[in-house]
């Protein structure tokens, strides 16, 4: 861990950095002295390998809906934050069946109707678009 103290807006912080498998720099390369008053423009150098853009895998895509089946999909996006039931049980209109945070505001999905919880096809900690199925239904 290596400390440092940044200002932002004239508001002085002290901040703890870990170096995680870095190549070897020498430390007049990484850290500027503090007398420095101009940052120079930073080069690139040959060494340092470049950013490599994070590629998330799309879900695979889960099995049809039953025709007739209760469809519960996200009302907003978020973060699944807990599971409330479990599939193969039978529910009621109005039982939670997973907690969806969006905002920093824990939102309750209830069923829409009565039926047997086919299926849930989210996860706690999973991110949801608007539109996204949580849940389906059978009567």
Known sequence: MKKFKVTV????????????DTPAVS???????PHQTAA?????????????PVV???PAP????????????APMPGKISALKAEAGK??????????LEAMKMQNDITAANDGTLQEIRVSI??????????AVIVK
Not at 40 to 52: E, H, N
Not at 62 to 73: D, F, M, N, R, S
Not at 90 to 99: E, K, N, Q, T
């Open 40 to 52: 120079a423009p930073a080069v690139p150098s040959a060494s340092a390998p470049a950013a490599q």
């Open 125 to 134: 900690g999973d991110n949801v678009k608007t539109g996204e199925v949580l």
């Open 90 to 99: 039978v529910i009621h209109r109005g039982d939670v069946i997973v907690v």
């Open 62 to 73: 889960k099995g049809p809906i039953p025709e007739g089946a209760v469809v519960i999909k």
């Open 56 to 58: 998330q895998e799309a």
């Open 9 to 20: 807006n004239g508001q002085a912080y002290e901040v703890e950095v870990e170096e995680v």
């Open 27 to 33: 430390p007049a390369e990484t850290i500027p002295s």
